[in-house]
């Protein structure tokens, strides 16, 4: 699933780390180019079309090389997300020619998931409209931008879904303060064109734990979104990211630090509201009603391969193309100009790769499936350790006995995910959890 | 800290190398200008030293307040003498150690003989480094006693500052020549007349007796070298008598073994005799006799008055223990008066940051202290640090230099624990007394604490702090001190803008930060030296640190009863600041008994989970998660609790450390 990315913004948000780039001019037929390039040669790298997969299953990743063919179905590429920067800044030409790449080198299914990063106040109902013809085919919009989504991931031919950047607030000062260009009408109106181009497939972002936001704002702003939003909500706690203006700010004392228990109740409170307004709470900070859920975004939470395209980009993949059966980590060059000449002159702009080991890879998915709610189960833990299973590793008296009986994890029949309560504070088992793998 | 000043402290030694690949030509490689001897010795034919009879010979030190130029002035008078050759490159050519040039202070004393011609006769005079620093005050009454005169130095701007009256009294009273020298002349803002009265003042010394020179330009040097010819009397001592050696320093050569630095206070020594220590009563036979120009320079006897080294087969500096006196075997002469073994004053916990630098830091550990034998080490651990030593030292300036030398000379970095001070208890258990076999027991560590039922008194270590401080600091000061439980024994205005303070401190009142308080509100104008004043009575307890109830052994402490309340406070608050939100409440509280005396609740996690995860940035979070996977290895467990090793380093180390 290739995942390009636009590096560019038109203003730098005040809490944003990513690497995104505010240039005067960009070349975008350049730009263009070498994006369609890049996926064109890392889709021949991968050889995605060959992919054995089974529906769910995640394709090839386990330690080991699957016999050759046993399920000999086409592989495809299952979803395609651009992100950013602000890749709704990319005229819709550009990501026509990105997705004509994509089909051109590797299977793309009609129905498969294609997202949008898009930013309301370039999400003119025209411009969607050129999007959307472009092949988008689910937006998602957020006063934030963010950096280097993957693109390619399991075939689920469950429909495209386009993601519009997250909105963040819907309150002006609140927007002021982010360092957002638009106005919360732009973001209601934007958010309503969006709806009407793509229903059902319209992901909103919220942010909360602002400084200085109350729990009394953030409630009355979780209401206003479920007026408007559509069937998934991505709500994030603001992450005072180092090197940014917003954390400068915080830091200097120009902005109080939102309080720790604060924000606990802001995360309590959203979940308690969107679950009760039929939600399903499907990772930690990811909401969708009627099954809308990313696919795109599930397949990263499920360790499935991904193809990042566009600088910055990170990647997940098999190298079958050079016979390789490990799966790899790659990281495209971060500054778009190094990128763009790496590209031209080689193909593509990947800076770093390593392959990862079997500890490795089953460390990342520990870390990534437990914050879905179906957690790791003992089919996906299976694929990438055929000989222990969740059982042996984390049914033994150890740490994750413990969470157990503590009452943050559970182990059954379904396989190994966090309760309500273990969720919220994930970060706190994960080290425990990793600490007894390492020593299995 | 710059507690003392250039002091020349005397437990050092030309050090070894860094280690046995190190060119044994060059003991000091580390230090090229050791090496290439950049000045020129006497030359290589021994010295007769029979033609230089007791009333040829002049045995004196230079005494100073930190920077008032006795290094310099020692260079001057090298120079002049002809021991060393005048050229621009000689800066402190007796302090040889990276550290001593850093701080300005000596940490190595090289003692020097110089030869000078006075009207018509031919002097052998002797220079005594000495520590000027009463860390060393011991070292430094050992080399006095080697001496019969001082110069005393003072800075013409900055005036009396408080080491000098330590290093005046301590001279005072082994009664010898006082010889008033104001340095710096050349300075814009001198002012040598304030000086000398103030000399006159607190020393009772008359300002024409003052010499004022400039001993970076050599005004006036010549002058001082014949005050020394006048003033100072000879040595007494009969080269007819039983050899009578008094060792004032001793240092270790990896070479030849302990060289010892000594004065001959009656007989004479030449190579092949047999001599023995009064000290250890252990017998040697001496290889090497000789005296120091700076370097060592064979001679065939050494006589009575005269001052030189020995090496005699000693293998470990502490054969050589400063203030022991040598004889002939089966001609002993009574010890020379006032010998002592080093008795630390404070001790701290060193131990590595990394466990797996363990037998690098033991080996550096070794071999400083092969040099410096006043260092007590016991090997300790902590359940939360790992293996380490628990580190005596003869004070605060001795435990930061032999820090300093452990970085830059061995290049260990090592977590040093907040000083702590020997504590007594009186006991009156008889059982604790039968068990100990003694009614008076020293308590270095919190856990052999005896409880207040078993003990009629507990006491303290105490010091004589002096403080000489320009006077509109002077309220600050004195609320600082009786803030350090200090009782104030004078307050005498040396001239008309500069005090003298003289407070008696618990001395665990000024072995953590009490220095740096005080430059700190006199904007680095008060200066402060203290000295040994035995020990008091102190209402002390033993403070406890639970955490969900379970004590937290590393951080028990000893502390008087007064500042339990705010060092329970302070301690709780710090460790709440360290100790990472766990899935569960933990309470912090400070204890005496099973009384709890301060607490601080550190909430559980309600939400820890990272917002964002997507495929991006996961390399870096993986990162991030596996190192704290792995620093589940090194936390200590109290109870339920999980306490970093970070939480605890930041808790005991020192302040002057973050």
């Not at chain 1, 790659?330 to 990128?339: F, G, H, I, M, N």
């Not at chain 2, 308590?443 to 507990?458: G, L, M, R």
Request: aromatic content about 8%; charged content about 20%; hydrophobic content about 40%.
């Amino acid at each position: 699933t290739p995942c390009p990315q636009w590096p560019y913004c038109r203003k730098r948000c005040s809490y944003c780390n990513f690497n995104t780039y505010v240039v005067p001019a960009v070349d975008e037929a350049a730009v263009r180019s070498c994006l369609v390039r890049e996926a064109q040669t890392l889709l021949r790298l991968s050889q995605v079309h060959r992919w054995v997969h089974r529906v769910g299953s995640g394709g090839v990743l386990g330690p080991s090389c699957p016999p050759a063919a046993s399920h000999p179905l086409p592989h495809s590429v299952t979803s395609v997300f651009f992100g950013g920067g602000t890749p709704s800044l990319a005229s819709p030409g550009t990501i026509a020619a990105v997705l004509e790449a994509v089909a051109g080198a590797a299977h793309l299914p009609a129905g498969a998931e294609v997202t949008l990063e898009a930013n309301p106040s370039s999400t003119s109902a025209s411009a969607l409209d050129g999007f959307r013809a472009a092949g988008v085919n689910r937006l998602s919009i957020g006063v934030q931008v963010r950096g280097a989504l993957p693109a390619a991931a399991a075939a689920a031919p469950r429909g495209p879904i386009v993601t519009v950047l997250p909105p963040q607030s819907l309150d002006d000062a609140e927007l002021r303060m982010l360092g957002r260009e638009h106005t919360a009408a732009e973001a209601l109106k934007a958010v309503e064109a969006a709806r009407g181009l793509f229903p059902g497939r319209t992901s909103i972002d919220l942010l909360f734990g602002l400084p200085g936001q109350s729990r009394d704002a953030w409630a009355q702003g979780l209401e206003a979104t479920l007026r408007v939003c559509d069937d998934h909500i991505s709500l994030y706690q603001l992450t005072l990211e180092r090197g940014t203006a917003l954390a400068a700010q915080v830091r200097d004392g120009a902005l109080p630090a939102p309080p720790q228990d604060l924000l606990a109740d802001m995360y309590q409170t959203a979940r308690s509201v969107l679950v009760a307004a039929g939600f399903r709470h499907y990772e930690v900070s990811n909401f969708a009603r009627k099954g809308a859920l990313s696919t795109h975004n599930l397949s990263y939470w499920q360790a499935e391969q991904y193809i990042g395209v566009g600088p910055g980009a990170h990647g997940r993949f098999v190298l079958r193309a050079e016979g390789g059966c490990s799966r790899e980590a790659r990281v495209q060059t971060l500054e778009p100009v190094a990128w763009m000449r790496e590209v031209q002159s080689q193909g593509h702009g990947t800076r770093s790769r390593a392959v990862l080991s079997p500890l490795e890879q089953l460390e990342e998915l520990l870390t990534l499936g437990l914050r879905t709610d179906e957690g790791i189960t003992h089919k996906r833990w299976g694929h990438f350790s055929p000989q222990l299973s969740l059982q042996a590793v984390f049914g033994e008296p150890g740490e994750a006995r413990a969470l157990q009986q503590e009452g943050w994890l559970v182990l059954d029949n379904g396989g190994l995910r966090c309760t309500w309560a273990g969720l919220a504070v994930l970060d706190s088992l994960l080290p425990d959890l990793l600490w007894q793998l390492q020593r299995v | 800290m710059a507690l003392a000043g250039r002091a020349a402290l005397r437990w050092g030694a030309r050090l070894p190398s860094h280690g046995p690949a190190a060119a044994p030509l060059c003991r000091q490689a580390w230090l090229p200008a050791a090496c290439g001897r950049p000045y020129s010795s006497r030359g290589k034919e021994e010295i007769d030293m029979s033609t230089y009879p007791v009333e040829s010979i002049r045995n004196f030190s230079i005494i100073a307040h930190v920077d008032h130029g006795k290094s310099t002035l020692a260079d001057r008078l090298l120079e002049i003498t002809g021991t060393i050759s005048k050229t621009d490159r000689n800066k402190q050519v007796l302090d040889k150690l990276q550290v001593e040039r850093e701080r300005g202070i000596t940490v190595k004393a090289q003692s020097a003989s110089l030869f000078y011609s006075h009207e018509g006769i031919n002097y052998l005079l002797n220079l005594i480094d000495t520590p000027g620093h009463v860390d060393f005050s011991y070292e430094v009454s050992r080399s006095l006693s080697a001496c019969q005169g001082v110069i005393l130095v003072v800075d013409a701007n900055e005036g009396i500052q408080a080491q000098t009256v330590a290093n005046f009294y301590l001279a005072f009273e082994a009664q010898l020549s006082i010889i008033p020298v104001i340095n710096k002349i050349d300075l814009k803002n001198a002012d040598p007349e304030r000086v000398e009265k103030q000399i006159e003042k607190l020393f009772d010394i008359p300002t024409d007796e003052c010499i004022r020179i400039s001993a970076k330009q050599g005004t006036n040097v010549e002058k001082v070298l014949q005050k020394v010819i006048e003033k100072i009397p000879p040595p007494q001592g009969n080269t007819a008598d039983p050899l009578k050696a008094l060792v004032f320093d001793s240092t270790f050569d990896h070479y030849r073994g302990v060289i010892a630095n000594i004065a001959l206070f009656g007989g004479e020594i030449a190579k092949g005799q047999k001599i023995v220590s009064a000290h250890t009563k252990k017998r040697y036979e001496v290889h090497e006799v000789g005296i120091l120009t700076p370097n060592e320079q064979p001679t065939h006897k050494l006589y009575a008055g005269q001052v030189g080294y020995l090496i005699a087969g000693m293998k470990e500096v502490t054969e050589a223990q400063i203030g022991d006196t040598l004889f002939l075997y089966k001609q002993p002469v009574e010890p020379l008066p006032g010998f002592k073994s080093a008795k630390p004053m404070v001790f701290a916990g060193m131990y590595p940051i990394d466990q797996t630098e363990y037998n690098n830091l033991k080996s550096a550990l070794e071999r400083l202290t092969l040099n410096d034998s006043s260092v007590t080490v016991h090997r300790d651990s902590s359940l939360a640090l790992g293996a380490g030593w628990r580190l005596g030292f003869l004070g605060l300036l001795h435990m930061e230099v032999f820090n300093q030398r452990l970085e830059q000379e061995y290049n260990m970095s090592v977590i040093l624990t907040a000083p702590t001070v020997p504590y007594k208890a009186v006991l009156s258990s008889a059982k604790l007394i039968k068990e100990y076999g003694k009614d008076q027991i020293t308590i270095i560590n919190p856990a052999q604490f005896p409880d207040k039922f078993s003990v009629s008194e507990y006491l303290e270590p105490t010091v004589l702090g002096t403080i000489v401080t320009p006077h509109e600091y002077i309220g600050k000061i004195i609320t600082l001190c009786q803030d350090r439980r200090a009782v104030q024994k004078d307050l005498l205005y040396i001239d008309e803008n500069r005090v003298m303070l003289k407070y008696l401190f618990p001395l665990n009142e000024i072995v953590v930060d009490f220095y740096d308080a005080l430059k700190s509100l006199s904007s680095g104008y008060a200066s402060f030296d203290y000295e040994d004043a035995g020990y008091q009575s102190a209402d002390l307890i033993k403070m406890d640190i639970l955490l969900n109830g379970n004590p937290v052994e590393e951080l028990a402490t000893i502390i008087h009863n007064d500042k339990a309340y705010a060092a329970g406070k302070l301690l709780c608050e710090r460790l709440k600041e360290t100790i990472p939100r766990q899935l569960f409440e933990i309470a912090i509280q400070a204890a005496i008994g099973k009384k709890i005396i301060a607490r601080e609740t550190l909430k559980p996690y309600r939400k820890n989970v990272v917002a964002k995860c997507y495929g991006g940035d996961i390399t870096r979070r993986m990162k991030l998660l596996r190192r704290q996977a792995e620093g589940k290895r090194l936390m200590r467990k109290i109870g339920n609790v999980e306490v970093p090793r970070d939480a605890f380093i930041r808790v005991l180390k020192r302040e002057t450390d973050k």
